[in-house]
């Protein structure tokens, strides 16, 4: 039996999880919500949030999953990207405890977790698989080939998703993060009522900074004739907003998925948490005769399972970490 201990420090969730033979035992977060009355996450703040929860949350997961650690076969952490003083808190501790228990110290790329968050629940896909990251810091088109060989096809030149959620969100005087905040007030808004523009990028490639801008225009004129503009129309902006955004990204990952001939599809990363997103997505690959992937909300943000899952990967495949493993806060 396989006990791979997952561990997630990247930004502002302290996580751990507990796998045995590729299934979750127990997935905890730690979310540093002191992080929301600033409007976005503060690198040291987030750092020193982590060094003061990691310890209980790992011994916590222990206990849920009612393991000791000498029962462990590898421990699995957040390499990069990330924050440096965030992943430097996860890796340190992973580095220590793995050494003490004598087991394997196994390094995660996040990004790549995000997207075998789609193997930890059934159906699974099988490879070759098309998958939309869309994340906080990240927005990708990737050709998943197997576990571990992974394909960029296209990426944001500018924001991504998520920021474009959040720094509109932020414009909207809503709280961090803003993507859910957006998601919800969305719900009750119309969505035709405001145009967004699209930006005239290449094929696979996306750009968000300039709906951002028009937003801030819109808002700037609306305020002129009326200060309540944002109260009143508050649901049909984020409406709007948020429907420009999704249409991009299944405009996008549509006639990706049909240039690279893929029938399975897979979305992955905080944004796939959106309500309006999901749905979209599943209607699309419907309409392709296409199979649909999309975690559940629980592994769609940052979570320490998906991390598990990669490193139980790894760890099958003896793809192990020196306990000199650096972070990289890019890639
Ligand atoms: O993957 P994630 O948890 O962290 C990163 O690796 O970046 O993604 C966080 C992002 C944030 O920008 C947040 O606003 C966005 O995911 N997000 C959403 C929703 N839930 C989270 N965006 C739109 N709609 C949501 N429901
Ligand atoms: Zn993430």
């Not at 750092?47 to 000498?70: C, F, M, P, T």
């Not at 769609?300 to 970490?321: E, F, L, V």
């Amino acid at each position: 039996m396989a006990y791979i201990l997952g561990i997630e420090s990247s930004c502002d969730e302290t996580a751990a999880a507990i796998m045995r033979d590729g299934e979750v035992l127990v997935n905890l977060i730690s979310s540093q919500i002191d992080h929301s009355k600033y409007g976005g996450v503060i690198p040291e703040l987030a750092s020193r949030l982590h060094q003061q929860n990691i310890v209980y949350l790992v011994q916590q997961a222990l206990d849920e999953a009612g393991i000791e650690g000498k029962d462990l076969s590898a421990v699995a952490v957040t390499q990069g990207p990330g924050l440096l003083g965030a992943l430097l808190v996860g890796i340190c501790f992973s580095k220590s405890y793995a050494y003490a228990l004598d087991v394997p110290l196994i390094g995660v790329n996040h990004m790549e977790a995000h997207i075998l968050a789609n193997f930890i629940q059934d159906p699974k896909p099988t490879f070759p698989f098309l998958n939309l990251t869309v994340s906080g810091g990240h927005t990708q088109l990737v050709l998943v080939k197997s576990f571990f060989e992974m394909e960029i096809i296209g990426q944001t030149i500018d924001d991504a998703a998520g920021e474009a959620f959040d720094k509109a969100a932020k414009l909207l005087g809503l709280p961090y993060p803003g993507g859910p905040q957006i998601d919800r007030h969305a719900r009750e808004g119309d969505p035709s009522r405001y145009s967004f523009p699209k930006a005239d990028v290449g094929r696979f490639e996306f750009s968000f900074s300039g709906i951002k801008t028009s937003l801030l225009y819109l808002l700037r004129d609306g305020l002129k004739g009326d200060p309540d503009f944002i109260k009143k129309n508050l649901d049909d902006l984020a409406a709007s907003y948020q429907n420009r955004i999704v249409s991009i990204l299944i405009e996008k990952v549509e006639d990706a998925a049909k240039e690279y001939g893929v029938t399975q599809v897979a979305l992955a990363g905080g944004v796939s948490a959106n309500s309006q997103l999901r749905s979209a997505f599943t209607t699309m690959c419907e309409q392709n005769g296409w199979q649909a992937f999309i975690p559940s909300m629980a592994y769609c943000t940052d979570n320490a399972a998906m991390i598990a899952y990669a490193g139980y990967q790894k760890w099958k495949a003896g793809m192990t970490s020196e306990l000199t493993l650096a972070p990289y806060t890019r890639g």
